[in-house]
């Protein structure tokens, strides 16, 4: 049996994509499901855990937009990510057979995802609040015209039987996922990209986006992302959250950070991390 080093909180239940995603690049931890995205970042803050993994977005739902509203007051660091090919099969009650399956529960985003698969098979598509619970649900409610889409691990771990693999209509389907932790990264590999990730509001003045971002042009500094969150209710305050590529110790980084400064009102650095390979071979 493996030794655990910690504890490494996920939302969800055990054998959603989250739980995968944990077990893929920290075997060693053991994985604790929460509720909430509220309550992964409080188990870490509060050291009950030592790390969360984090959906941000997936290539074909976007952003994960649950996550971004707890960004700003989180004490919590951007420290690594991890990009994840999401595969769904439909599984059943152990006998069943395709034929007799006449439902299928699942998130809402994973049924839209395998729409082609469950309208050409007539099957009707049921939601549920997780992949991972619709598989409980299945099994729970013991109905053999019943399955559910979820990932293969949730089959295992509610004795479920998977009637098809990969049922996803977009075989591109990947989620990126950030881990945090309470405590920023020291060292990052030096033959790895860094990622700077950071949130930013600009002062209320004529072209203030503009000229805050200009910097990053003039300094050959590549912004990967670049987000807009309206703030407390108002259409007049906006919020930005942005990732480049760099670290905030290169000189190009540091120039462009400080003009953005000089236009912004606020600028927090979430983290600075190792960029994962599936970047570059997304630009490559």
């Not at 053991?30 to 509060?46: H, L, Q």
């Not at 019943?146 to 990932?151: E, W």
């Not at 994962?276 to 630009?283: D, F, N």
Request: net charge negative.
């Amino acid at each position: 049996m493996t030794q655990t080093t910690g504890k490494i909180a996920y939302q969800g239940e055990r054998g959603s994509n989250s739980h995968i995603a944990c077990r893929e690049v920290y075997p060693q931890y053991e994985a604790i499901p929460c509720r909430t995205f509220e309550d992964v970042i409080a188990m870490v803050e509060s050291g009950e855990a030592q790390l969360a993994m984090i959906p941000v977005e997936n290539t074909i739902a976007g952003r994960v937009g649950d996550i971004h509203h707890l960004l700003p007051s989180t004490s919590l660091h951007m420290i690594g990510e991890h990009f994840m090919r999401i595969k769904f099969q439909l599984m059943g009650l152990k006998g069943s057979k395709i034929e007799d399956i006449k439902r299928a529960y699942s998130h809402v985003m994973a049924l839209g995802q395998c729409r082609q698969y469950l309208r050409e098979r007539k099957i009707v598509a049921v939601t549920a609040a997780d992949t991972a619970g619709a598989a409980r649900i299945v099994s729970e409610r013991a109905d053999p015209s019943a399955a559910a889409i979820a990932p293969a691990l949730a089959a295992h771990e509610y004795g479920l039987e998977i009637l098809a693999w990969d049922i996803e209509d977009a075989k591109h389907n990947t989620t990126r996922f950030v881990i945090m932790a309470p405590q920023p990264l020291d060292d990052l590999p030096d033959n790895r990209q860094s990622v700077t990730a950071f949130l930013f509001q600009v002062r209320n003045i004529p072209s203030a986006l503009y000229k805050a971002l200009g910097g990053f042009a003039t300094n050959g500094v590549n912004m990967t992302k670049l987000e807009s969150y309206q703030l407390e209710g108002s259409f007049n305050a906006s919020q930005f959250y942005a990732e480049i590529e760099g670290h905030p110790d290169q000189r190009s980084v540091q120039l462009a950070l400080e003009e953005l400064g000089f236009f912004s009102s606020s600028l927090k650095i979430l983290g600075v991390y190792p960029a994962h390979p599936a970047r570059e071979q997304a630009s490559a």
